[in-house]
């Protein structure tokens, strides 16, 4: 299975921030926001991944993340010129899928939660058909929503309604078979004039092939679109580390997990970074095993 992660878009709601550097480079608490996404995809076992930016940010994600190699990935970049909507990943990356089964995410979107990695090894595992995500929130109004009957049929989904027929959105996070590429390069611009990737899931739902899991207490689903945002996820994330003493979405630590890469690889990441409470971290770990 491939992985994509979209990085890209303009981050106006982050302005001034985001003037100099892409958002999906921010900060969140102790590491770049992007790693949360890119661990989200390699504990679902995606070790090839597309990294999808603008031009302007493209050379920065690469001195960052290189070939990844480092933790056991084969990473790949692309430009997206403009954002036209989260389908456009699908039609960038069509060379990359090249018809293969594939999960994207939002390169803004943070995933938590005990039981994440068996539901992430599932969708993945599913032969054909689309998984999303959905996740209960008070402003439905502002993300895709899915409605669906007491049964789990998906009964409707529209991106950002006036007037939201459930409080599920649909996360930023897809696991699709081998016809997603085909089915996004049918898509026509929405009102908005973007190719919404809602009409990508339309699809599959009208198909019957549409799969959604709730993610319900004991998940945390974070969007780090607004400055708001961004500080209650690095707050989030704070926490957690503080009071267990372990890390959230570090790719070292899940790339040895996964057995991506061995105990002489992490201690050498580690040395990498000696005077970081990171690196020592990794260190620590190395040494546990």
């Known amino acids: 299975m491939k992985g994509i992660i979209l990085a890209g878009g303009t981050g106006s709601r982050l302005h001034p921030m985001t003037y100099a550097v892409s958002k999906q480079l921010l900060p969140v608490y102790d590491k770049p926001m992007i790693y949360y996404p890119l661990t989200t995809l390699m504990f679902a076992d995606i070790r090839e991944i597309l990294i999808i930016s603008t031009p302007n940010d493209l050379p920065s994600f690469r001195r960052l993340l290189g070939d990844g190699k480092q933790w056991g990935l084969t990473l790949h970049y692309a430009e997206q010129p403009k954002p036209d909507g989260l389908a456009q990943a699908y039609v960038i990356g069509a060379d990359f899928v090249r018809g293969e089964p594939s999960a994207l ?56 309604p006036r007037a939201p027929r459930s409080q599920w959105a649909l996360t930023g996070l897809y696991f699709f078979d081998r ?15 973007e190719y919404e990737i809602t009409d990508v899931i339309r699809t599959y739902a009208e198909r019957n092939e549409l799969r959604v899991e709730l993610l319900g207490r004991g998940f945390a689903w ?68």
Do not use: W
């Open 105 to 160: 995410v939002l390169g803004d979107n943070i995933f938590f939660g005990r039981e994440l990695p068996a539901l992430l090894a599932a969708a993945s595992a599913r032969p054909s058909g689309a998984t999303v995500f959905g996740y209960r929130v008070r402003n439905p109004e502002q993300y895709g929503v899915v409605e669906f009957d007491d049964q789990g049929k998906v009964l409707s989904i529209e991106e950002k």
């Open 179 to 193: 016809h997603a590429t085909a089915i996004a390069s049918s898509v026509k611009p929405s009102g908005r004039n």
């Open 222 to 289: 974070l969007d780090t679109g607004t400055s708001d945002s961004l500080l209650e996820a690095a707050e989030f994330v704070r926490a957690l580390e503080r009071r267990q003493a372990l890390r959230i979405a570090c790719p070292e630590e899940v790339a040895f997990e996964m057995g991506f890469i061995d105990k002489t690889q992490l201690e050498r990441l580690g040395r990498a970074m000696p005077n970081s409470e990171y690196g020592k971290y990794l260190l620590g770990l190395a040494s546990e095993h």
